[in-house]
């Protein structure tokens, strides 16, 4: 086959987005474990080693440059190099939202209760490892099913960062109800309750924006493999 | 332009085109239509029923490996394959409501309609004035020759450079600017179709992009056909391209940006993406 080099360049490049998909899946293992135990040394491990999935990105992100520049490629090959560049883009910023997940955890552990951070945790995972899977397999229609699932991951978590709210709400009617008398509202309690409250809706908010990361390289797999921009739009 | 003494609106030199013909007329907008056109080169098929229609004032770029047909096509459509005596010619090449290869058709008249502009630049060993005027003295212009000459070279965005040198030897000029002289001199004779063989791929760079920027602005007054060994080229200047293949076969006539991106034929996309070829 003519173009060997080249090949094995468009190839090598299609492996490596694969492997920085299953590292940044493992790094969202992390921060999800460390959110919800508040394993503090995993926090940091997640925060610590983010540098290396930049790392990743700007070189296949050098590479791609240089596909393109000095290789012209085109049809296939051109979808497969502009599509891997944006797809690596997401999973960074999917990396990047790992760590905020893993402090989110805290020195005295997990998020606030009303948050199931392993469960819409894992959602949201499972979304990027299922799209990663599809680029990796070339897979129109898990792409499709990743794109339609997004609506139900996000009433989800909505159904949380409302949970989150009526807990204060309650909390706080209930604090107003236990005193007697015109006494000042405990301070302290209330800031710490809002703390922890703005922490669950962000925890909620990152993952959420993860699982629309996972839709992105979904569109951009799909386009990658039948040249349809229906997900990206 | 106009004023040339020919009839611009007949090919032929003497015969009108047959009332009769029941062959199906080309779209509206069809600048040059091939119907089931084969080529042979003695027992060699060069071209195999070929049929595609070219829009008017577009750039149509011809690809494919070498030996695949595409400047054979390219040489029928002013029928410079006539002067191959083994070229053998079935099918037909519509031009102007009338199949070139008909009998009473004069191939002087129809390559003054379907200029050429050949791989190296070829001006004639005279003065940059009488290279463009040539083609106007053949055909016994009247009008005023040297605002023609003016016209042809502002055309081919030559005119700023030789305007002072319009007595100078074509020949002193560089590849670029021969290639372009060429092109003026292609265009002096008012056609309405622009055949180009690869017109930059005795060019340096710049002078290459000089022209292919020429090729854009010839297209709003020319219907231009090119082929072209560079696909990055014919992805860049042309509206349309043609995938010819092995043994003459058009195996995809498409938009270039459909061609580029996505084409229907995965040979089509091995042999641009370089898998074969």
């Known amino acids: 086959m003519p173009r060997e080099n080249y090949q094995a360049r468009l190839d090598e490049l299609g492996a490596d987005v694969v492997a920085m998909g299953e590292t940044v899946c493992d790094r969202l293992d992390d921060a999800i474990e460390a959110a919800v135990s508040g394993d503090e040394e995993l926090a940091r491990s997640v925060i610590e080693t983010d540098h290396e999935v930049n790392e990743t990105y700007l070189a296949l992100e050098d590479e791609c440059t240089e596909l393109l520049a000095l290789q012209q490629p085109v049809a296939g090959d051109l979808r497969l190099v502009t599509a891997s560049f944006k797809i690596i883009t997401d999973l960074e910023r999917v990396a990047d939202l790992a760590t905020n997940v893993a402090a989110y955890g805290g020195p005295e552990g997990g998020v606030h209760d009303a948050v199931d951070v392993r469960a819409l945790g894992d959602g949201a995972r499972e979304m990027v490892a299922d799209a990663v899977a599809a680029y990796a397999a070339r897979d129109p229609d898990a792409c499709r099913q990743i794109a339609a699932s997004d609506d139900a991951f996000d009433d989800r978590c909505r159904e949380a960062s409302e949970a989150v709210v009526r807990e204060l709400l309650e909390a706080d009617r209930a604090r107003n109800a236990a005193r007697d008398g015109p006494e000042p509202t405990d301070g302290e309690a209330l800031e710490a309750s809002l703390d922890e409250v703005s922490q669950a809706l962000l925890a909620v908010r990152d993952l959420e924006r993860i699982a629309d990361h996972a839709v992105n390289v979904a569109a951009r797999t799909l386009y990658m493999i039948e040249n349809d921009d229906e997900l990206i739009y | ?277």
């Open chain 2, 1 to 277: 332009m106009s004023n040339t003494t020919s009839d611009d609106s007949l090919i032929t030199t003497e015969v009108q085109a047959d009332s009769n013909d029941d062959r199906a007329a080309p779209a509206a907008g069809t600048a040059v239509a091939a119907r089931d056109l084969d080529v042979f080169y003695g027992d060699e098929q060069a071209i195999d029923d070929v049929t595609m229609e070219i829009p008017e004032k577009r750039v149509t770029a011809l690809i494919g490996p070498s030996g695949c047909g595409k400047s054979t096509f390219l040489r029928c459509i002013n029928r410079m394959n006539d002067m191959i005596e083994i070229c053998r010619v079935e099918g037909d090449v519509e031009f102007g409501g009338k199949n070139v290869y008909d009998g009473d058709v004069d191939p002087v008249a129809l390559r003054r309609k379907i200029g050429m502009v050949f791989q190296k630049p070829n001006p004639f060993p005279k003065s940059i004035r009488d290279n463009v005027a040539y083609g106007l003295k053949i055909q016994g212009f009247d009008g005023d020759v040297d605002a023609r000459v003016e016209e042809s070279l502002k055309g081919a965005a030559l005119w700023d450079e030789v305007k002072d040198q319009l007595d100078s030897s074509g020949l002193e000029l560089s590849g670029g600017q021969q290639q372009r002289l060429c092109i003026a001199r292609a265009i002096a004779p008012d056609p309405e179709v622009i055949l180009m063989d690869e017109p930059t791929s005795a060019l340096d760079p710049v002078a290459a992009s000089k022209i292919e920027d020429l090729i854009d602005d010839l297209a709003e007054e020319y219907t231009v056909i090119i082929v072209t060994h560079n696909m990055q080229q014919a992805a860049r200047i042309s509206d349309r391209t043609a995938v010819f293949l092995t043994g003459g076969e058009l195996v995809e006539y498409d938009d270039t940006a459909k061609i580029f991106e996505d084409p229907e034929e995965q040979r089509v996309e091995d042999y641009i993406t370089g898998k074969f070829g």
